[in-house]
């Protein structure tokens, strides 16, 4: 896995590397609060549906606070697009079902270019182990807001 020459950086908060036919590894959190198993099962979803369509999907893991994604835009689909869909219509569902308005995630997602397999096995195994450090499962393969793409 190497990473395109042609990165472009922009900064908002944090800094944000961009290179066609790379793959990331992102994180977003909520503002506040936590999401119930039903919510995170929804959020789970949202992302699961953009497999194939925007993007090809290796992995997810939606914890009650935050949410870990490792994915590979398609050609032309920007990243920023990406994650307004899946946080902008995760969003407007939970508040939906909530009965509730405002924001549910935090404006910026922190996203980084992996740079190779063994970067990707260590963001992988983090992502796979974040419930069971938690408490949440003693088997991480079975926690409900674990996606693992095996085609990738």
């Not at 790379?22 to 979803?45: H, M």
């Not at 995760?90 to 063994?118: H, K, V, Y």
Request: proline letters at 5%; hydrophobic letters at 40%; glycine letters at 10%.
């Amino acid at each position: 896995m190497s990473v395109p020459p042609e990165i472009g950086i922009y900064r908002r908060k944090l800094p944000h590397w961009r290179s066609d036919g790379s793959t990331y590894f992102i994180t977003f959190k909520l503002v506040q609060g936590v999401l119930s198993q039903k919510e995170r099962q929804l959020v789970l979803e949202q992302i699961k549906s953009g497999h194939g369509k925007f993007y090809t999907l290796l992995a997810c893991v939606v914890m009650p606070d935050h949410v870990h994604i490792i994915l590979k835009p398609h050609k032309g689909v920007e990243l920023s697009r990406i994650m307004k869909g899946i946080k902008g219509v995760s969003a407007r569902q939970i508040n939906q079902a909530r009965g509730a308005r405002g924001t549910l995630w935090q404006g910026e997602s922190w996203d980084r270019i992996i740079r190779d397999e063994a970067e990707l096995g260590e963001k992988f195994n983090y992502m796979l182990m974040n419930p069971f450090k938690r408490g949440l499962v003693e088997d991480p393969w079975r926690y409900d807001g674990w996606f693992f793409n095996d085609n990738f």
